[in-house]
């Protein structure tokens, strides 16, 4: 992994960048998290099927995406740098051992070597590109094991913070398909935000951040059903803030 971030698509092409935080669920092959391997398939490592969304919607429509290389597990890039949760040592009930007590030298080594790089590079990339619009792409999966017989019914949440431009005109189109949409659900973005934050909010940049059930990307058909819903979405709320 030569950098913790990958470029793909051009902005020129449509204005609309798509940030995609917990893309990857990979770990270094040096660091050992503690964890059985079978959980990096698990949703505590990343956020399932938003890498493929973003690649389909790069691919079909020439929007630009920004994605991280790297596991949650290893820095959770949607936190702020003196957060614990920013290498997380609990995960919806699983304990990550590598991440409970850090020295204060690993985890500035972590940062350094992960969270500041991909930052740095998101905040050049929009200084120089200027994006009309950016949207923020995570999943959620549809039961917590540290939460079992709490409702997660939501086809799709939007989020947002003290902007909600491009999250009101996101709403707006969603809220006319056939599924259940979470407006601040199924967390709010008063709360977790800080991506958005960082990059939009402060330039005054229309955003949104958007969270689709993990059960409705599990195959290709899944996959490409988003995208193009996505894609009908992001024309909407375009047109919309060009008005």
């Given at each position: 992994?030569?950098?913790?971030?990958?470029?793909?698509?051009?902005?020129?092409?449509?204005?609309?960048?798509?940030?995609?935080?917990?893309?990857?669920?990979?770990?270094?092959?040096?660091?050992?998290?503690?964890?059985?391997?079978?959980?990096?398939?698990?949703?505590?490592?990343?956020?399932?099927?938003?890498?493929?969304i973003a690649e389909k919607l790069v691919d079909q429509h020439g929007h630009a995406a920004f994605l991280a290389q790297f596991s949650r597990l290893v820095v959770d890039l949607n936190r702020y740098p003196n957060e614990d949760g920013v290498m997380p040592s609990v995960s919806d009930g699983i304990e990550i051992p590598a991440n409970i007590s850090p020295s204060e030298r690993a985890r500035r080594q972590r940062l350094e070597r992960f969270f500041?790089?991909?930052?740095?590079?998101?905040?050049?990339?929009?200084?120089?590109?200027?994006?009309?619009?950016?949207?923020?792409?995570?999943?959620?999966?549809?039961?917590?094991?540290?939460?079992?017989?709490?409702?997660?019914?939501?086809?799709?949440?939007?989020?947002?913070?003290?902007?909600?431009?491009?999250?009101?005109?996101?709403?707006?189109y969603l809220n006319t398909l056939p599924m259940v949409v979470g407006d601040q659900q199924p967390y709010s973005g008063k709360d977790l935000n800080a991506t958005m934050n960082r990059h939009a909010e402060t330039r005054g940049i229309a955003y949104s951040m958007m969270e689709i059930r993990q059960d409705l990307l599990a195959d290709d058909a899944g996959i490409t059903r988003w995208a193009s819903i996505i894609q009908a979405m992001l024309v909407h709320v375009r047109s919309r803030l060009q008005d």
């Amino acid at each position: 992994m030569s950098n913790p971030w990958k470029l793909i698509g051009s902005l020129e092409a449509s204005n609309v960048l798509l940030v995609v935080d917990h893309a990857s669920n990979h770990v270094p092959s040096e660091m050992d998290l503690g964890i059985d391997a079978t959980l990096l398939q698990d949703h505590i490592a990343w956020d399932i099927g938003t890498a493929a969304i973003a690649e389909k919607l790069v691919d079909q429509h020439g929007h630009a995406a920004f994605l991280a290389q790297f596991s949650r597990l290893v820095v959770d890039l949607n936190r702020y740098p003196n957060e614990d949760g920013v290498m997380p040592s609990v995960s919806d009930g699983i304990e990550i051992p590598a991440n409970i007590s850090p020295s204060e030298r690993a985890r500035r080594q972590r940062l350094e070597r992960f969270f500041h790089p991909y930052h740095d590079k998101l905040s050049s990339l929009i200084e120089e590109r200027q994006p009309q619009f950016i949207l923020s792409i995570h999943s959620f999966s549809p039961r917590l094991r540290s939460a079992p017989d709490a409702e997660r019914p939501w086809d799709v949440g939007i989020m947002y913070n003290g902007d909600d431009r491009g999250a009101r005109f996101a709403l707006e189109y969603l809220n006319t398909l056939p599924m259940v949409v979470g407006d601040q659900q199924p967390y709010s973005g008063k709360d977790l935000n800080a991506t958005m934050n960082r990059h939009a909010e402060t330039r005054g940049i229309a955003y949104s951040m958007m969270e689709i059930r993990q059960d409705l990307l599990a195959d290709d058909a899944g996959i490409t059903r988003w995208a193009s819903i996505i894609q009908a979405m992001l024309v909407h709320v375009r047109s919309r803030l060009q008005d």
